[in-house]
């Protein structure tokens, strides 16, 4: 008697943060193989089809019922979740990087502190030889050059921690600006995408832009420092990052609701991100809903060190026993 084919899984479907891409594009990968080998013999093909369309986009598309899940650093208000039937959870951190393409300006040097970015991104400093940016930074040799402002044009999380962090800074940027995955921005040039601000601030000297750290790293673009809670220049990395999320009380928030931008610590990372995943509470047809659930619950226990190899940061170990204590409330993996 001839054996059956292998079944074929439909790939869990996903959609939004651009900022999470390589991370989700690796854990992608490690999903589909745990699967290939899982005794329901899912053919390869089973996987995880996400698409990086922006934090907005994948809240737009999970609310839809579009997709298995969304993905955004900006994470739905408590009622707003539960007015939609969704359920929501961190699934890990990074951090939003300034970074400049400035001539003579190495990684690491520049420093700019909370009003001069503000000051920056609202149109007020527009040179690089400003007085602002010349007292904090003597020694560099700033050009007498506009400063090309780089932001992103389409809804984005990484839109929204940013100008969280710059309203904590500038009252005028609160009451012109505001904080939103869109804002109607007073200066600079739009770019699609985290892709899109790389190559715009690649392509143009004198520009500033801001990106999720691991892909500034690894394309090489030039990170600032910038001003944290307790006046010091920190630039993103791993351990700024993770100091930034020892002062996240996700315990006291239903569904998960809280930024992490501006956290306190000496060490912090101000502009640190967290990811959040979008689910229905209904499952959707068929076994997507669990498997996303496998997909997840493998990369907060066990793939851990693909987030730290492409510069996020997992999260601690107390959140994710309160992720997994959440989702008991709704499925289980």
């Known amino acids: 008697m ?3 084919a292998p079944a074929r899984a439909e790939p869990v479907t996903g959609a939004g943060s651009t900022f999470v891409f390589p991370l989700l594009s690796a854990w992608a990968e490690k999903f589909r193989n745990a699967e290939a080998d899982g005794g329901d013999f899912p053919a390869p093909e089973g996987g995880l089809d996400y698409e990086p369309v922006g934090s907005l986009g994948g809240i737009m598309r999970v609310i839809a ?5 969304g993905a955004t650093e900006a994470p739905l208000g408590a009622d707003e979740v539960v007015r939609h039937g969704l359920a929501q959870f961190p699934i890990a951190a990074g951090g939003i990087a300034v970074v400049v393409n400035v001539p003579g300006v190495a990684d690491g040097t520049l420093r700019l502190s909370r009003a001069a970015l503000a000051d920056i991104y609202l149109g007020k400093i527009d040179r690089w030889t400003h007085p602002a940016l ?12 506009p400063v090309m402002v780089v932001h992103r044009a389409d809804g984005s999380g990484s839109t929204y921690n940013f100008a969280a962090y710059l309203a904590s800074a500038s009252m005028e ?22 892709g899109g ?5 690649k392509a143009n000297p004198n520009s500033i832009g801001y990106v999720e750290f691991g892909q500034a790293a690894r394309i090489g673009l030039t990170v600032a420092r910038v001003e944290n809670r307790a006046g010091q220049f920190v630039a993103p990395s791993r351990h700024t990052i993770a100091s ?34 979008l689910m229905p509470q209904a499952p959707p047809s068929g076994d997507r809903g669990r498997r996303a659930l496998r997909l997840f619950d493998g990369a907060l226990t066990r793939w851990q060190q693909d987030a730290l190899d492409l510069g996020y940061v997992p999260l ?18």
């Open 2 to 4: 001839a054996l059956s």
């Open 134 to 145: 010349k007292g904090l930074n003597p020694d560099l040799p700033l050009p007498d050059e």
């Open 316 to 333: 601690p170990d107390r959140a994710v026993e309160q992720v997994r204590t959440y989702w008991k409330s709704y499925w289980q993996p």
């Open 65 to 69: 019922k579009a997709v298995d899940f």
């Open 173 to 194: 940027w609160r009451d012109r600006v505001g904080v939103d995955t869109e804002l109607r921005w007073p200066a600079g040039t739009g770019a699609r995408g985290s």
């Open 197 to 201: 601000v790389i190559e715009t601030v």
């Open 244 to 277: 930034a999320l020892e002062g996240a009380d996700w315990a006291g928030k239903p569904h998960f609701d809280l930024l992490t931008t501006d956290m306190a610590g000496a060490d912090a990372y101000p502009i640190t991100a967290t990811v959040y995943a």
